[in-house]
């Protein structure tokens, strides 16, 4: 990938990362006090929807930017050595190292986001001070690995779907695709992914608001997943997931939609 490729992904995704986290906080919001141990109403309800939203703000732009450099670095350099049958393997691995590098940028921000939205008395400001007093720097990265456990599979779910869709419609009508055909093939592609990781996504969730100390807070995935089924079964594991979907169906059609209309602008 040349310089000016690099350049048009860097700032494509950068904006497609912020347009999408802005403009759908509320559902976000929403999901996560859903999802959250103390329970909807005790974590807040529908008060203070945007609580968390300045810790969003600072961390979309370098985190989507991140993703979608890594990502068609790696599409690139896996495709050129790849039989086109590979196709899927080369998203699907490529999809894996992009969230792999954002989620270094993602997991701190998303820490203090999510504890902001369940305690919506408090600033995200307060809740970083509060983070880095409590538990140092490295509270700010507790959930990495489960968050990095639940955004491969769902990247190993949308991305390659995501690619198949674009192809299969652009094959279909005889040429390239225009953006908000894009946006389609991802709002389709992100919402069955959403669904389908929204355990995960619980897991994580709990892990990220657990008091420090708590022995959720240093439980693994599979832990949580299972206290989560025995408390409150099927039910609880999917819990949040039509937010979820909502907010990825749509997320994905602003976000990839945004991400391909920028960078063909640049390029």
């Given at each position: 990938?040349?310089?000016?490729?690099?350049?048009?992904?860097?700032?494509?995704?950068?904006?497609?990362?912020?347009?999408?986290?802005?403009?759908?906080?509320?559902?976000?919001?929403?999901?996560?006090?859903?999802?959250?141990?103390?329970?909807?109403?005790?974590?807040?309800?529908?008060?203070?929807?945007?609580?968390?939203?300045?810790?969003?703000?600072?961390?979309?732009?370098?985190?989507?930017?991140?993703?979608?450099?890594?990502?068609?670095?790696?599409?690139?350099?896996?495709?050129?050595?790849?039989?086109?049958?590979?196709?899927?393997?080369?998203?699907m691995v490529a999809a894996s190292l992009g969230?792999?590098?954002?989620?270094?940028?993602?997991?701190?921000?998303?820490?203090?986001?999510?504890?902001?939205?369940?305690?919506?008395?408090?600033?995200?400001?307060?809740?970083?001070?509060?983070?880095?007093?409590?538990?140092?720097?490295?509270?700010?990265?507790?959930?990495?690995?489960?968050?990095?456990?639940?955004?491969?599979?769902?990247?190993?779910?949308?991305?390659?779907?995501?690619?198949?869709?674009?192809?299969?419609?652009?094959?279909?009508?005889?040429?390239?695709?225009?953006?908000?055909?894009?946006?389609?093939?991802?709002?389709?592609?992100?919402?069955?992914?959403?669904?389908?990781?929204?355990?995960?996504?619980?897991?994580?969730?709990?892990?990220?608001?657990?008091?420090?100390?708590?022995?959720?807070?240093?439980?693994?995935?599979?832990?949580?997943?299972?206290?989560?089924?025995?408390?409150?079964?099927?039910?609880?594991?999917?819990?949040?997931?039509?937010?979820?979907?909502?907010?990825i169906s749509i997320g994905g059609f602003i976000?990839?939609?945004?991400?391909?209309?920028?960078?063909?602008?640049?390029?």
């Open positions: 990938m040349d310089r000016r490729e690099f350049t048009a992904s860097l700032v494509a995704g950068g904006c497609a990362g912020m347009c999408v986290d802005l403009t759908l906080f509320p559902l976000d919001t929403i999901k996560t006090r859903l999802q959250s141990q103390q329970g909807f109403y005790k974590a807040g309800g529908f008060r203070g929807i945007y609580a968390g939203v300045p810790s969003a703000a600072v961390g979309s732009f370098p985190n989507a930017a991140a993703f979608f450099v890594t990502y068609e670095s790696a599409k690139s350099l896996l495709g050129g050595t790849a039989a086109h049958s590979m196709a899927p393997v080369t998203h969230e792999i590098v954002a989620c270094l940028i993602r997991v701190p921000t998303e820490v203090v986001k999510q504890r902001a939205q369940a305690s919506p008395s408090s600033s995200s400001y307060q809740e970083l001070v509060r983070t880095l007093r409590e538990e140092g720097f490295r509270g700010l990265y507790r959930g990495y690995r489960s968050t990095v456990l639940r955004e491969i599979p769902f990247s190993l779910v949308q991305f390659p779907l995501w690619e198949y869709l674009k192809s299969l419609w652009s094959l279909r009508q005889g040429h390239a695709l225009y953006s908000w055909q894009s946006a389609v093939c991802g709002a389709f592609a992100g919402g069955v992914a959403a669904f389908v990781t929204t355990p995960l996504d619980v897991a994580k969730t709990r892990i990220m608001l657990a008091k420090a100390g708590t022995k959720t807070a240093s439980a693994n995935i599979p832990v949580v997943l299972h206290e989560v089924w025995r408390s409150r079964g099927l039910t609880g594991l999917f819990a949040g997931s039509i937010p979820r979907m909502a907010f976000f990839l939609g945004a991400y391909e209309k920028v960078r063909s602008m640049l390029l």
